[in-house]
């Protein structure tokens, strides 16, 4: 424990002094380890389920074999909403979510006979933390100066998507069919330090970005009335880049979205409720930069149903914990365990869907938080 504690601290010590010695120290940057910054991107009224039929806002973040579902033009936009109960990271850092104005997704959905095309936008992290005011120190002042400074990094990862579908439909009868997918992502990761004086005056300001590409690939086999299973692969590369002001080296960047392979089944019980479970083996160990975590398994279930042919709801669970190789006591801190109730109002062309999640009673000290989501749907 003390290990990875003292290592941990030493990463945002070593933030600080950069922001004070930018010339001197070039130093990597580390934003992807703070857990509470990974969006809950696919959750909707459908529940937790990344491998499933979702809403087409969420296009960017599901099985993209998933998108057979839709049979005419389908469109969706969303907002997402956190406060957490206990915002410190540690050590007095606190997190937010910055940009609310922002949607968190955006999709939308093309059909041309068995194939589907479809293009999304999506908030992949999102994450602000705060150090609060350090008084500063002077030769001349060893103890203290009178004058205080506040340092706040925020880091965005915006996500945009293209998708390609194919149903073979039908594949033993009318009540089956087999689809497959391929999703490309084009991942842009916006870093902003920001260095105050006396909590007002902004001495320092350092913005960059990065880029990468990942892409997934997934199959669903969907029984009409009776079950569905469905299985894909999410790979994600480094964000590797040089920060570089008037030709001196001033920090790095070297981070990684976790890869993820991801299972999950729905059962239905009759034609209005259903019963759905997905495993998802998140590789976080292949991150360089945080080998203290190991690799770990995000495990959701949940019961939704319909009441009538305009209304579908939703009750669920995750786990999603973050597991050190030695240190076990904090991943009672990092653990993450949500609780989710949903709803679906369908239209004629549009619909609204409604979720609330909520980890404050059952999740680490650092991932207590609710989140609230509202997705807008049309479809021709």
Same mark, same amino acid.
């Given at each position: 424990?003390?290990?990875?504690?003292?290592?941990?601290?030493?990463?945002?010590?070593? &933030?600080?002094?950069?922001?004070?010695?930018?010339e001197r120290i070039p130093t990597a940057v580390f934003c992807l380890n703070i857990p509470q910054g990974f969006v809950l991107e696919?959750? #909707? #009224?459908?529940?937790?389920?990344?491998?499933?039929?979702?809403?087409?806002?969420?296009?960017?973040?599901?099985?993209?074999?998933?998108?057979?579902?839709?049979?005419?033009?389908?469109?969706?936009?969303?907002? +997402? %909403?956190?406060?957490?109960?206990?915002?410190?990271?540690?050590?007095?850092?606190?997190?937010?979510?910055?940009?609310?104005?922002?949607? +968190?997704?955006?999709?939308?959905?093309?059909?041309?006979?068995?194939?589907?095309?479809?293009?999304?936008?999506?908030?992949?992290?999102?994450?602000?933390?705060?150090?609060? /005011?350090? &008084?500063?120190?002077?030769?001349?002042?060893?103890?203290?100066?009178?004058?205080?400074?506040?340092?706040?990094?925020?880091?965005?990862?915006?996500?945009?998507?293209g998708n390609l579908s194919y149903a073979i439909k039908p594949f033993a009868s009318h009540k089956n069919t087999i689809s497959i997918?391929? +999703?490309? /992502?084009?991942?842009?990761?916006?870093?902003?330090?920001?260095?105050?004086?006396?909590?007002?005056?902004?001495?320092? &300001?350092?913005?960059?970005?990065?880029?990468?590409?990942?892409?997934?690939?997934?199959?669903?086999?969907?029984?009409?009335?009776?079950?569905?299973?469905?299985?894909?692969? &999410?790979?994600? #590369?480094?964000?590797?880049?040089?920060?570089?002001? =008037?030709?001196?080296?001033?920090?790095?960047?070297?981070?990684?979205?976790?890869?993820?392979?991801?299972?999950?089944?729905?059962?239905?019980?009759?034609?209005?409720?259903?019963?759905?479970?997905?495993?998802?083996?998140?590789?976080?160990?292949?991150?360089? =930069?945080?080998?203290?975590?190991?690799?770990?398994?995000?495990?959701?279930?949940?019961?939704?149903?319909? *009441?009538?042919?305009?209304?579908?709801?939703?009750?669920?669970?995750?786990?999603?914990?973050?597991?050190?190789?030695?240190?076990?006591?904090?991943?009672?801190?990092?653990?993450?365990?949500?609780?989710?109730?949903?709803?679906?109002?369908?239209?004629?062309?549009?619909?609204?869907?409604?979720?609330? *999640?909520?980890?404050?009673?059952?999740?680490?000290? %650092?991932? /207590?938080?609710?989140?609230?989501?509202?997705?807008?749907?049309?479809?021709?």
């Amino acid at each position: 424990m003390r290990n990875s504690v003292l290592l941990l601290i030493l990463l945002f010590i070593t &933030e600080s002094l950069s922001a004070q010695n930018l010339e001197r120290i070039p130093t990597a940057v580390f934003c992807l380890n703070i857990p509470q910054g990974f969006v809950l991107e696919s959750i #909707s #009224s459908k529940g937790f389920q990344s491998s499933g039929i979702n809403h087409p806002a969420n296009m960017n973040s599901v099985n993209p074999a998933a998108l057979y579902a839709f049979e005419s033009l389908s469109a969706g936009l969303s907002y +997402q %909403w956190d406060a957490y109960k206990t915002p410190n990271w540690f050590a007095d850092i606190e997190h937010g979510r910055i940009h609310n104005a922002y949607p +968190q997704s955006a999709g939308f959905i093309l059909p041309i006979q068995r194939f589907r095309f479809g293009l999304g936008f999506s908030q992949r992290f999102n994450s602000q933390l705060d150090y609060g /005011k350090m &008084e500063i120190s002077t030769i001349d002042h060893p103890e203290g100066s009178g004058e205080f400074m506040r340092l706040i990094k925020n880091v965005r990862i915006f996500s945009y998507a293209g998708n390609l579908s194919y149903a073979i439909k039908p594949f033993a009868s009318h009540k089956n069919t087999i689809s497959i997918g391929l +999703q490309g /992502k084009y991942n842009t990761l916006y870093y902003n330090n920001k260095m105050c004086l006396n909590d007002e005056t902004v001495y320092q &300001e350092i913005e960059n970005r990065t880029d990468n590409i990942g892409w997934s690939t997934g199959i669903l086999y969907d029984r009409v009335g009776r079950f569905q299973i469905g299985f894909c692969y &999410e790979k994600n #590369s480094f964000f590797h880049d040089d920060f570089i002001i =008037d030709e001196r080296l001033i920090g790095k960047i070297r981070e990684k979205i976790p890869d993820k392979m991801i299972l999950r089944l729905t059962c239905y019980l009759n034609h209005n409720i259903s019963l759905l479970t997905e495993v998802a083996k998140v590789y976080r160990s292949n991150n360089e =930069d945080l080998y203290f975590l190991s690799d770990s398994y995000d495990i959701s279930f949940g019961i939704s149903g319909c *009441v009538g042919e305009r209304i579908t709801w939703s009750l669920g669970f995750l786990s999603t914990p973050y597991l050190h190789e030695e240190a076990q006591e904090a991943d009672y801190r990092l653990y993450g365990q949500y609780l989710l109730g949903g709803i679906n109002l369908r239209f004629d062309h549009f619909d609204i869907d409604c979720t609330i *999640v909520t980890s404050t009673m059952q999740a680490g000290e %650092w991932r /207590k938080q609710i989140t609230g989501k509202m997705i807008l749907g049309y479809y021709l």
